[in-house]
């Protein structure tokens, strides 16, 4: 089994945090630091946990005033990019500071900052060069909305690319594992000057938070990424891929008008399945599920297909909750008979609990979903 994630918080870790705070705290105690952090409750708090207790700790052996505290904080930065021999760059990344640190300090911010912007705003821009303050920003935008966005806006022209990435990734309105924006939920137009400035940007992982923002927008306000699409497709091959990975909820959800703007067309009489088969009706949680069918495209000209399936889970009210997987996206020959056979895991994972009884599943053409069929997980 895995080693557990928080336990790149122990004690080897405090030693090495320990030896470069003490080069900016020159009256820093770390036996008196690493004995308030591995406390009694140390083994048994989480990773977030373990971080946000690190900074409170952390934030006893800093001056009191938060300006002087953020002033160690950046030379603290200034110190480790400047004397690590082994500090590099890697697709414009750099990884000479740990994400051990950057998490504590980008959390230090977020904690204790959120009444001193101008003082904050310096230490994100800072930090996030190292790690990614996506989350210790957004309660920035939350308490001065106007004042953050055009601060973010500034970001998207910045000249580290993870400042850059920032001005996207911290405005998500859907970013999981962090708190929700709920004006930019309701009206994301801030966004888009953002992601304009941003979707050209030689950094692959800017290209890619631009995508994912469209995706969280779609989820709320899809006519607002189709226009975008309508405007950028065909600008360059990174544009295109940002618009078709930011369509993908949209394009799971079988949005006629995305459809069409990425070449799936209607299956209409001609594109249908036949022979489905399941040849596991029962599936033991931990296996899986096992079928089979035929697609048929009957057009006399090779066709684009967008070819998923639909799982309907089984919750705890007994409802059913459907999930979208794709199984390929490509041409298919014309007056072909394609011979299909998938396999689903019901592995146990920690992102879906799973539920026991009636499941089903369905095929589903450019959008189009066919007919659903049962099975029963046990």
């Not at 080897?12 to 705070?21: A, T």
């Not at 146990?348 to 099975?375: P, S, W």
Request: charged share 30%.
């Amino acid at each position: 089994m895995a080693e557990p994630f928080k336990n790149m918080y122990n004690e080897q870790f405090l030693e090495r945090f320990s030896k470069d705070l003490i080069v900016v705290i020159p009256d820093f105690d770390a036996r008196e630091f690493a004995s308030q952090i591995m406390d009694n409750e140390w083994e048994n708090r989480e990773l977030k946990e373990r971080c946000k207790h690190i900074t409170t700790v952390l934030k006893k052996h800093l001056p009191i005033e938060y300006k002087d505290a953020i002033a160690k904080i950046l030379g603290l930065l200034d110190y480790v990019e400047n004397s690590r021999p082994d500090f590099s760059q890697i697709d414009d990344r750099k990884f000479g500071l740990t994400l051990e640190y950057g998490w504590i300090l980008d959390n230090y911010v977020e904690q204790y900052g959120l009444d001193d912007y101008d003082t904050s705003v310096r230490a994100i821009e800072k930090i996030t060069q190292f790690t990614s303050c996506e989350f210790s920003v957004r309660p920035f935008i939350v308490r001065y909305p106007e004042k953050m966005m055009a601060q973010m806006l500034v970001w998207s022209k910045h000249e580290h690319w993870g400042v850059r990435r920032l001005a996207s990734e911290g405005c998500r309105p859907r970013l999981p594992w962090a708190m929700a924006l709920p004006s930019l939920k309701e009206n994301p137009e801030p966004i888009i000057p953002i992601l304009e400035n941003l979707k050209n940007d030689p950094a692959r992982f800017v290209r890619l938070s631009v995508a994912n923002n469209l995706n969280d927008i779609a989820k709320d306000n899809p006519e607002t990424v189709i226009n975008l699409v309508k405007k950028w497709q065909g600008e360059s091959q990174e544009v295109d891929w940002i618009i078709k990975h930011g369509s993908r909820t949209l394009l799971k959800r079988g949005n006629s008008e995305v459809m069409e703007l990425f070449g799936f067309g209607s299956t209409g009489k001609n594109i249908y399945i036949e022979d489905f088969q399941i040849s596991t009706p029962e599936v033991k949680v931990g296996n899986s599920l096992e079928f089979s069918f035929k697609l048929l495209n009957n057009n006399d000209n090779r066709t684009k297909i967008r070819l998923e399936y639909g799982v309907y889970y089984q919750k705890a009210n007994g409802t059913l909750a459907k999930k979208v997987h794709k199984i390929s996206e490509k041409e298919y020959a014309e007056n072909s008979v394609t011979n299909i056979t998938k396999k689903h895991s019901f592995k146990v994972v920690t992102t879906r609990k799973l539920h026991l009884g009636l499941h089903q599943v369905a095929v589903i053409i450019n959008g189009n979903e066919f007919e659903k069929y049962d099975f029963e997980l046990i």
